[in-house]
């Protein structure tokens, strides 16, 4: 746990590699013996030389062993001694060969004269070339607390944040910290790095003599991903850590109350969930999935059963025992009894409904009253927009509110918009009705008028008032991609010229950079004007910067971005100009003077900490970057980006976020926050 992986790849560059031998053989120097032959000009004598080898390696007749020899003066396998000089050398200078010829071979002592061995001689190697390795330092032993046994996840590697992605941190701070974790977030970026960290395999290391902690880091990341709307994840992680789950009964009812509100609840998974813990709450649990399955009442089985036969008529037992007791579910208990068989329910009031209330309304079908829109729960609020028996108006309503907070993906909101009824002409006044009402009803009827519509001209009029009625936090999550689908009906031409940089906009706040660079581009030939200079820094963190700096450039952008700014406006201008710098974009001295109102205005510096942000993050989030502690960056940025997002953040708090996960090695997820935070500011 002490080492990292860059640690890890250092140290194995530092071994000592070693050339692999030669694999010559005789064969491979007879080869290119004959080659050299033959490049010569003696093919003739190659071709006997050739033959006398093979004739050497196919066995003979015993008599060919007693032919005499021929003798006679050598013949000349090499050309004369001033053929072989090194090109470019005086002659008799550092000559490559001596002539065979000429030069007396002297006799090796002792042994008789004999020719010359066509093949290498063996050499015993000398141990005196052999390089001498340096014993290795001494070990230097660090103590660590137990690993914490939680650290199961279903992402490993690149895939989540890294191998080792919680170095450096002890275990007691990421408990701490871990519940504070944002789960309102309109960002699509903070929430796919929050996912991933919470997904992500590793765990904190204990400090020595820390006690065992009340709740374990596996329940607290379960518990996490429930709250955040995703239960999908949640589960998946809960099946790896099945003794962290059975010993926390808040993680084990998190994920069951998200599973209940997403639909349909897995029940067979939470019976096994069920079984260490009993109580008023998990009966309630066992019974809606007797009543789902048609086991109770004799009622037929909805949502997905897991079995389905015989069950006994009337009321069973569990409706008793869970009316006796106090404390309990009224609401729940009403929709059980119609689920059963009973009468119907029809709730004229239901201002805060359980989960369990919600999902058996679900599966009947029953319509909720309008009051529920008092929920702030983005959870809940998407069980009532997925009820299909409530009003329409309610359902949208409900809808958009989830979706704004990512519990309710595009393609949900768009069936809610197109549920929506119109009254009168409703749909040929839209305009109007958008001057005074921006509410999710107003998004519905543009969005229904759009199906609608035939010609070229009202098409892009409807998709400009569809772009007015974005708000700022609403550009990256589902709401922006419905709008952004509309836009994909319309070709980037000049007579849709007056769309391009709104439209262009929501396109890189989405990160679909190819779209968003047909409009821009579209914005640059029609309009050159503040609102197309104004996204500028937008496009060069969505796209990278351009060869050159583009036709505006820096220098260009800002002074089109500051000619008559007011106080707000240079300090967007401030902002954007962090951003670019956190993404890697060299911002000169005198840019930074530029954006001072006055020349007794001191501009604000890029790092400097806004009284916004907790000091404690603050320094924690450059500590761990500065020490590329991965999984601890990652938190602090998380924290301090918090439910309001990059688009409602302080730009001098994105930019540092940014620049502290591109230190770690976050580039993607760095990207998005920028990018989003930028597409507010371009507005």
């Not at 007693?66 to 008799?92: K, N």
């Not at 002297?106 to 008789?112: E, N």
């Not at 503040?530 to 505006?552: H, K």
């Not at 998380?638 to 502290?660: D, I, K, S």
């Amino acid at each position: 746990m002490s080492g990292s992986p860059a640690d890890a790849g250092d140290a194995a560059g530092r071994r000592r590699r070693f050339a692999a031998p030669s694999r010559g053989g005789r064969a491979g120097a007879g080869a290119v013996s004959m080659f050299a032959v033959s490049f010569l000009g003696l093919a003739p004598l190659a071709l006997a030389l050739s033959g006398a080898l093979m004739g050497a390696a196919t066995p003979a007749p015993a008599q060919t062993y007693t032919q005499a020899v021929p003798s006679g003066p050598p013949i000349r396998l090499f050309p004369p001694p001033e053929r072989m000089a090194v090109p470019g050398v005086e002659s008799g200078v550092g000559r490559v060969l001596d002539d065979p010829l000429t030069s007396p071979v002297p006799p090796s002592p002792g042994l008789p004269s004999a020719p010359l061995s066509l093949t290498p001689p063996i050499h015993t190697p000398s141990f005196d070339v052999v390089p001498t390795v340096a014993s290795p330092s001494a070990i230097a032993v660090e103590t660590l607390g137990p690993l914490d046994p939680d650290g199961a996840g279903p992402l490993a590697g690149a895939a989540g944040l890294g191998g080792d992605p919680w170095r450096g941190i002890p275990r007691a701070e990421v408990l701490a910290l871990l519940p504070e974790l944002p789960t309102l977030t309109p960002s699509p970026a903070v929430k796919e790095l929050q996912r991933r960290l919470l997904l992500s395999r590793g765990s904190p290391a204990a400090a020595p003599g820390e006690p065992e902690p009340a709740r374990r880091f596996g329940a607290l990341r379960v518990e996490k991903l429930a709250a955040m709307g995703d239960p999908r994840g949640a589960a998946d992680l809960a099946a790896l850590l099945p003794e962290a789950m059975t010993a926390d009964e808040a993680a084990a009812r998190a994920l069951t109350d998200a599973e209940l509100l997403a639909g349909p609840l897995d029940c067979a998974a939470a019976t096994d969930r069920a079984m260490p813990f009993s109580g008023p709450y998990w009966q309630r649990v066992a019974l809606f999935c007797r009543l789902r399955a048609g086991r109770i009442g004799g009622g037929a089985p909805m949502e997905a059963p897991l079995e389905v036969g015989p069950g006994p008529t009337g009321d069973d037992l569990a409706f008793e025992m869970l009316r006796e007791q106090p404390g309990g579910d009224p609401d729940f208990l009403r929709v059980a009894e119609a689920m059963a068989g009973g009468p119907a329910v029809r709730p004229r009031s239901l201002k805060d409904p359980s989960p369990l209330t919600l999902a058996a309304l679900r599966a009947l079908q029953a319509g909720l009253p309008p009051d529920v829109l008092s929920l702030t729960d983005p959870a809940r609020l998407a069980a009532v927009a997925s009820n299909t028996g409530t009003d329409p108006a309610t359902r949208v309503t409900a809808a958009e509110r989830a979706a704004t907070a990512l519990f309710l993906d595009s393609r949900r909101l768009a069936e809610a918009y197109r549920a929506a009824p119109a009254k009168g002409d409703e749909l040929l006044r839209l305009k109007d009705a958008a001057a005074r009402d921006r509410t999710a009803r107003t998004r519905a009827l543009v969005q229904q008028a759009m199906l609608a519509a035939m010609v070229g001209g009202r098409r892009v009029e409807l998709a400009g008032l569809a772009l007015e009625l974005l708000d700022p936090p609403m550009l990256a999550g589902p709401a922006g991609a419905v709008v952004a689908d509309m836009l994909d009906t319309l070709s980037p031409t000049p007579d849709a010229a007056a769309l391009a940089p709104a439209a262009a906009r929501l396109c890189f706040a989405l990160g679909r950079a190819d779209k968003g660079k047909r409009w821009h581009d579209l914005a640059l030939r029609s309009r050159p004007t503040a609102e197309v200079a104004r996204l500028w820094p937008l496009a060069v963190i969505a796209l990278g910067p351009p060869p050159g700096g583009g036709a505006l450039g820096l220098a260009g952008w800002l002074d089109e971005s500051l000619r008559g700014a007011d106080l707000e406006a240079r300090g967007r201008v401030v902002g954007q100009l962090a951003l670019l710098q956190a993404m890697g974009v060299a911002v000169p001295e005198e840019a930074w003077r530029k954006t001072a109102a006055s020349d007794d205005e001191a501009p604000m510096p890029a790092d400097a900490r806004p009284p916004t942000a907790d000091p404690a993050l603050w320094q924690r989030l450059a500590e761990a970057s500065a020490d590329r502690r991965v999984g601890e960056t990652a938190l602090a940025a998380l924290l301090l980006l918090g439910n309001a997002g990059p688009a409602e953040t302080p730009p001098a708090v994105v930019a540092r976020v940014v620049a502290a996960l591109r230190a770690v090695g976050l580039d993607s997820d760095a990207r998005a926050i920028a990018r989003e935070a930028a597409a507010a500011l371009a507005g």
